[in-house]
């Protein structure tokens, strides 16, 4: 069956400009995740939703970071007034909902801010 | 201090080789420790989870001691195919959820299998 996809896959933009990354889980999977991993690392953990509802949202690194998750399948991860700093490797997971479920990664979106 | 520390390496081994890979963590309130393999370039996928008894998964073993917050993975016979980045991860229990789905993930070692 089809896994978590994201897009765009590639991104690249401008400091100033506003990014929106999207993310498709696996059909039927209540929890979504989204994580930052920069080279060399391990995934940050960001936020997660159990269907549409934001359970926690502790590692936004600010408010310009913002996710939704409104119909609780798609979610869309948004990036206001990008920095440099902001540059990495956005991964989205899901998982059919308790912590001891495998979370199911996607393959990522590449977002460089020039 | 790292949640989560690891031992970045990298570990040069020749094929057949055993090799362990250790992580501590630093949270006591940590529930639940998975190991996820991460292929250059490629998405983390769950490797195995790691239980207080230890549990064990074909040539790959894993160990976890709660009293120390140390978690440990042994690959026994290494296959050039074992060639990845290997993460330890804990997930943490928030005070008064059951679900919080939130992994912590260490920084990652890096095998490499030689022949």
């Known amino acids: 069956g089809a896994g978590v996809s994201q897009s765009p896959r590639y991104k690249v933009t401008k400091r100033g400009q506003d990014v929106a990354l999207r993310c498709d889980p696996i059909s039927g999977h209540v929890s979504l995740y989204w994580y930052r991993q920069a080279l060399g690392q391990g995934p940050e953990f960001l936020t997660y939703?159990?269907?549409?509802?934001?359970?926690?949202k502790s590692g936004l690194p600010n408010d310009r970071f913002s996710a939704e998750r409104p119909e609780g399948s798609i979610s869309t991860l948004t990036i206001q007034r990008t920095e440099q700093r902001d540059s990495a490797m956005y991964r989205c997971?899901?998982?059919?909902?308790?912590?001891?479920?495998?979370?199911?990664f996607g393959p990522g979106t590449r977002l460089t801010v020039l | 201090r790292k949640e989560v520390e690891q031992d970045p390496g990298p570990f040069n081994v020749p094929e057949g080789a055993t090799v362990a890979f250790n992580c501590t963590y630093s949270n006591s309130a940590s529930q639940s420790f998975f190991w996820y393999r991460q292929d250059c370039r490629k998405e983390p996928k769950l490797l195995m989870s790691?239980?207080?008894s230890g549990n064990e998964d074909g040539r790959f073993t894993a160990q976890l001691n709660r009293a120390s917050q140390y978690i440990s993975l042994l690959i026994r016979d290494s296959k050039l195919s074992d060639s990845a980045t290997y993460l330890c991860v804990v997930n943490i229990d928030r005070k008064g959820s059951s679900n919080t789905g939130k992994l912590i993930f260490g920084q990652g070692t890096t095998l490499q299998v030689k022949p």
């Open positions: 790691v239980y207080s």
């Open positions: 939703f159990n269907y549409e509802a934001q359970q926690d």
């Open positions: 997971a899901s998982s059919l909902g308790t912590p001891y479920n495998e979370q199911f």
